[in-house]
């Protein structure tokens, strides 16, 4: 599956609708992000595609409310929550480089964009960049330069709790997924709150750069919830015979999120594609390689897990 990653258009002008014909052409879900740089609506508008949408939890309830509303009505298949961001974790090189939206120019900006003149050239002929699903509204969308560590620690609600599982569940009927869950006890309990599945991540390393890498978790959370909760495996996903251990570890998928965006900045839609093709050909040369005919014959014993 392919992450929810904010404003894509970053990498490339086609952004998100990118993203989501190439997941769409391969038959994969696609999670579009709150802080999506093209809206609920535009990716849902893309034929053929599973979209998820991916929600944060804003202070005001009414605006997740009426994107969760939004997603329903495009007949997105999923929710993903992700309960890891109750702050922004200190991203160094964001820092450094001062980053924040509209994207603002520095001389580290002008020497990358000298040294990149397709990715300058295409990014000064493209409409503004801005957070689409709230384009307009109080809460700000980009449109005035903000640090994304403000925006995030001012918009969204760090009280988080397992009360608004709940409430998810009962302002969405169709299945939800817990993203960011680190723990086998957290894995516990996100099954006894009914949810379908839980992607174990640590946000691609973005949030707590020590925390436990997802595919170490997945074994001892599969022991922990049996078939109660699915478990997809999200972080450092590179090549298909990582998908092909996360699964044999017990995920029922794997979710990738900087392969495709490296994809989509080098060559815009035609790389996601390609990245999309080197991961499904991995794997199949992997389950190849392994004996394996099917994903249900993947499985512990043909690792060694350290
Ligand atoms: C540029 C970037 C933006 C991201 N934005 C979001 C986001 O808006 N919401 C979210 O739940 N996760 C976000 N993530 C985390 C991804 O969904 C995913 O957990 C992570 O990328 C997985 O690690 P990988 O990049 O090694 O595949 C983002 C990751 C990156 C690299």
């Given at each position: 599956?392919?992450?929810?990653?904010?404003?894509?258009?970053?990498?490339?002008?086609?952004?998100?609708?990118?993203?989501?014909?190439?997941a769409?052409?391969?038959?994969?879900?696609?999670?579009?992000?709150?802080?999506?740089?093209?809206?609920?609506?535009?990716?849902?508008?893309?034929?053929g595609?599973?979209?998820?949408?991916?929600v944060?939890?804003?202070?005001?309830?009414?605006l997740?409310?009426?994107?969760?509303?939004?997603?329903?009505?495009?007949?997105?298949?999923?929710?993903?929550?992700?309960?890891?961001?109750a702050?922004?974790?200190?991203?160094?090189?964001?820092?450094r480089?001062?980053?924040?939206?509209?994207?603002?120019?520095?001389?580290?900006?002008l020497l990358?964009?000298?040294?990149?003149?397709?990715?300058?050239?295409?990014?000064?002929?493209?409409?503004?960049?801005?957070?689409?699903n709230?384009?307009?509204?109080?809460?700000?969308?980009?449109?005035?330069?903000?640090?994304?560590?403000?925006?995030v620690?001012?918009?969204?609600?760090?009280?988080?709790?397992?009360?608004?599982?709940?409430w998810?569940?009962?302002?969405?009927?169709?299945?939800?997924v817990l993203?960011?869950?680190?723990?086998?006890?957290?894995?516990?309990?996100?099954?006894?709150a009914?949810?379908e599945?839980?992607?174990?991540?640590?946000?691609?390393?973005?949030?707590?750069?020590?925390?436990?890498?997802?595919?170490?978790?997945?074994?001892?959370?599969?022991?922990?919830?049996?078939?109660?909760v699915?478990?997809?495996?999200?972080?450092?996903?590179?090549?298909?015979?990582?998908?092909?251990?996360?699964?044999?570890l017990?995920?029922?998928a794997?979710?990738?999120?900087?392969?495709?965006?490296?994809?989509?900045?080098?060559?815009?839609?035609?790389?996601?594609?390609?990245?999309?093709?080197?991961?499904?050909?991995?794997?199949r040369?992997?389950?190849a390689?392994?004996?394996?005919?099917?994903?249900?014959?993947?499985?512990?014993?043909?690792?060694?897990?350290?």
């Open positions: 599956m392919l992450a929810p990653t904010g404003f894509t258009r970053i990498a490339h002008p086609a952004g998100e609708l990118a993203v989501a014909r190439a769409a052409r391969h038959g994969i879900p696609y999670a579009l992000s709150t802080l999506g740089t093209r809206s609920i609506e535009e990716v849902g508008a893309v034929d595609g599973r979209h998820w949408f991916q944060y939890f804003w202070r005001d309830r009414g997740v409310r009426e994107m969760i509303e939004r997603a329903a009505a495009c007949e997105y298949e999923a929710l993903v929550l992700t309960v890891d961001t702050v922004l974790g200190r991203r160094e090189r964001d820092v480089r001062g980053f924040a939206l509209p994207p603002t120019l520095g001389p580290g900006t990358d964009g000298a040294i990149h003149p397709g990715w300058t050239w295409a990014f000064l002929r493209s409409e503004p960049i801005r957070f689409a709230v384009a307009g509204r109080s809460v700000g969308d980009g449109a005035d330069p903000v640090a994304l560590s403000e925006y620690n001012a918009q969204f609600d760090p009280d988080l709790s397992w009360a608004d599982v709940e998810i569940r009962s302002v969405w009927d169709g299945p939800i993203k960011g869950i680190q723990t086998e006890a957290d894995a516990v309990l996100a099954a006894d009914g949810v599945a839980v992607a174990l991540s640590n946000h691609g390393g973005r949030q707590l750069d020590g925390a436990r890498p997802p595919v170490a978790l997945v074994a001892p959370v599969a022991d922990a919830v049996g078939d109660r699915e478990i997809i495996c999200d972080g450092g996903i590179r090549r298909g015979s990582d998908v092909v251990k996360a699964v044999a017990g995920a029922r794997a979710m990738a999120g900087r392969a495709y965006l490296y994809g989509l900045g080098a060559a815009g839609e035609r790389g996601v594609d390609h990245v999309l093709d080197l991961l499904a050909s991995d794997v040369r992997t389950m390689l392994l004996g394996a005919r099917t994903c249900g014959e993947l499985d512990r014993s043909l690792l060694l897990v350290p």
